[in-house]
């Protein structure tokens, strides 16, 4: 099987480049930003006819969230935009598409982890451009599913748990937000499942067409909470301090409750998720060995 891993540089894609070894019966195409254009669609038709790709893995996503509030017009061209010539070149080569989403299509003002079911209202451009390219994916008659991820950490890229790390080692004291709550989510237990749902998808002959998903790590925090694990987990002795979200303004407005629902993905793949405390804790060990 001939799979394509877009957005390959970012940490999911690194993750998934480090599982290569476990799934010998895939050969995979690793392409970043610079490579391989999802928003260039004559180019990504060209490397995908070429090269046979039955498979697309979607980790190139516009993500910063913030900034998208001023440029909205990148983030829609990359979530939208390049998602629907995703669709398009999966729908004339016949090829599976796995695209990847967030829980910024909610708004957060719930307290039941959300459901795949659950009405979407997106608050800030990041959300509305991801929501977007869901829908791109989800209205198409391809062989496509989008996962919902929240939170997602690696030993790789930028991310939450390698800035506390480092602001931890330079700083006293910190200030964390408690007011936001969610689901942590190690790349690699994500990676992991995207690969393992091929793995089935091909034994089993099970089709992907137009299934939406969420994936998290088990259990919930508040970013508060997963600061004061970091620091424990990761032997630094910085003190973690709580504080309300209008103490620490941003551009973009983040969701208050971010928890996901993982009941339909366990179900249907027959998957187990670890608890975000265990995940983080192979994860600061690898960051640690490293």
């Known amino acids: 099987m001939n799979i394509l891993v877009t957005g390959a540089n970012g940490q999911l894609g690194s993750e998934i480049k480090d599982l290569v070894n476990n799934f010998n019966s895939f050969n995979f195409f690793f392409k970043g930003s610079l490579d391989l254009n999802i928003c260039n669609f004559l180019q990504l038709e060209k490397f995908v006819v070429e090269n046979k790709i039955e498979v697309i893995i979607n980790c190139a996503a516009y993500t910063a969230v913030d900034k998208a509030e001023s440029g909205n017009a990148i983030a829609q061209k990359v979530n939208e935009e390049g998602v629907m010539n995703l669709v ?5 080569v016949n090829a599976k598409l796995i695209h990847i989403s967030t829980d910024y299509v909610f708004n957060g003002e719930g307290f039941i982890p959300y459901k795949e079911t659950d009405d979407v209202s997106p608050i800030g451009v990041y959300g509305k451009t991801k929501r977007l390219g869901e829908l791109a994916v989800l209205d198409s008659d391809i062989d496509g599913i989008v996962i919902r991820t929240s939170w997602l950490y690696s030993s790789y890229g930028n991310n939450f748990v390698k800035t506390m790390l480092r602001l931890g080692e330079d700083r006293d004291e910190l200030g ?68 309300e979200t209008k103490d620490y303004p941003t551009p973009a407005k983040r969701p208050h409750f971010s928890v996901l629902n993982k009941s339909k993905i366990k179900n249907d793949f027959e998957i187990e998720i670890s608890y975000w405390r265990d995940s983080l804790n192979d994860c600061i060990a690898k960051l640690k060995k490293n």
């Not at 398009?88 to 004339?92: L, P």
């Open 176 to 243: 964390v937000i408690f007011d936001q709550v969610g689901s942590p989510t190690y790349a690699r237990d994500l990676a992991l499942t995207c690969l393992n749902i091929l793995n089935n998808s091909k034994g089993n002959n099970i089709s992907l067409n137009g299934q939406l998903y969420h994936f998290s790590n088990e259990g919930v925090a508040s970013w508060y909470d997963f600061a004061k694990a970091i620091m424990f987990l990761g032997e630094v002795k910085c003190i973690v301090k709580p504080i």
């Open 88 to 92: 398009k070149i999966s729908k004339t």
